[in-house]
């Protein structure tokens, strides 16, 4: 996936801009996870607004609560909204998606079991 070639100052300046006082995370080598999930549970992502979708990042480069450093990997919470091209917005906080990246497919249980082992 084509991601955007933008300056940090300037992502956190488009985040200020379209999402005012919102807590954000400027991240790189990122996968655009779509996930395979029972049908039961894609409805109730479906009723509380949500969409089956995950952010992973190889390469946190600012978080502005702090709760990463700088080359932290990460994993989001499901998507809200996906504005601008490079905007991911969960509940939380609003990724800016630096340089390209790729998208996968996963079921949700596989990538939890994954991501938990490379993070110990």
Same mark, same amino acid.
């Not at 480069?61 to 450093?69: E, Q």
């Given at each position: ?23 954000f995370c ?6 655009? $996870?779509? &996930?395979?999930?029972?049908?039961? /549970?894609?409805?109730? #992502?479906? =009723?509380?607004?949500?969409?089956? $979708?995950? &952010?992973?990042?190889?390469?946190? /480069?600012?978080?502005? #609560?702090? =709760? ?53």
């Open positions: 996936m084509i991601g955007h070639q933008m300056a940090n100052a300037h992502a956190i300046d488009l985040i200020a801009e379209g999402f005012p006082g919102r807590h400027l991240v790189r080598d990122w996968i655009w $996870v779509d &996930l395979e999930l029972p049908n039961g /549970v894609r409805e109730e #992502l479906n =009723r509380i607004q949500l969409l089956p $979708v995950m &952010l992973y990042a190889n390469c946190v /480069v600012t978080d502005s #609560l702090g =709760r990463f450093d700088e080359g932290d990997w990460l994993r989001s919470t499901p998507l809200m909204a996906f504005k601008q091209g490079c905007l991911f917005e969960t509940r939380d906080t609003v990724y800016a998606l630096l340089g390209h990246g790729v998208r996968k497919r996963a079921e949700l249980s596989a990538m939890v079991k994954i991501f938990r082992v490379e993070r110990e």
